[in-house]
């Protein structure tokens, strides 16, 4: 089983899914060392709680720069041997350091047909487009925002009626069964 880390900064349903995959072996390539936060109140944390995996909050305000900040998670990586990292709702560029030492190794989850909609709110931006369909995709991370290689993407219409929240609940449904099953395929 190949090690992987997953990051969150906020709700973390990605990752919850993520996990319970693993564990009730739906997904078994993978195992998860820890759950990486970036914020102390991220709701990801209770999940993980719930699901006994361990947590790193790593707050980056605490280091005098980025690199220091990303040293200091590189060291929790290596220390817990992760082969892979899983970003699931992480809102911060990966930096050099990191892309370096994990390259072609850092997935990202993006919710929409990238390269449509980079970047914030781009259920947002999709809603607001007057688009008849948008979707998700996952890619692997490089230096710019939701600009890595793209791996696969699965869509859904938008509706006319459609509220913004019930679009994201549309999407949400996607992520939730395209972010495994690429994991399951790319992950070795
Ligand atoms: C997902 O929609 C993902 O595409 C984006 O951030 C969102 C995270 O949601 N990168 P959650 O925290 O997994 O609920």
Redesign the pocket.
């Known amino acids: 089983m190949t090690k992987v880390a997953v990051f ?1 900064s ?6 919850e899914n993520i996990a319970q995959r693993v564990q009730d072996g739906r997904l078994n390539n993978i195992e998860i060392t820890a759950l990486y936060v970036d914020h102390d109140d991220a709701y ?1 944390i209770q999940r993980a709680e719930k699901l006994d995996i361990p947590v790193h909050i790593t707050l980056p305000k605490t280091f005098n720069s980025k690199k220091e900040y990303e040293q200091q998670l590189l060291k929790l990586l290596k220390e817990e041997d992760v082969e892979w990292i899983v970003l ?2 992480y809102m911060r560029l990966i930096g050099a350091d990191l892309l370096d030492a994990y390259e072609r190794r850092i997935l ?4 929409a047909l990238l390269p449509k909609y980079k970047g914030i709110d781009a259920i947002g931006q999709a809603y607001e487009s007057g688009d008849k369909v948008t979707g ?1 995709t996952v890619h692997f991370v490089d230096s710019g925002m939701d600009t890595g290689e793209i791996i696969e993407q699965s869509q859904c219409d938008i509706y006319p009626d459609d509220t913004k929240e019930q679009l994201e609940d549309r ?2 449904h996607l ?1 939730y069964e395209l972010y495994p099953k690429v994991i399951a395929n790319i992950i070795r």
Request: hydrophobic share 35%; proline share 6%.
């Open positions: 969150a906020g709700s973390g349903s990605n990752f990801a699931a709702g990202n989850i993006h919710p998700t999407i949400k992520e």
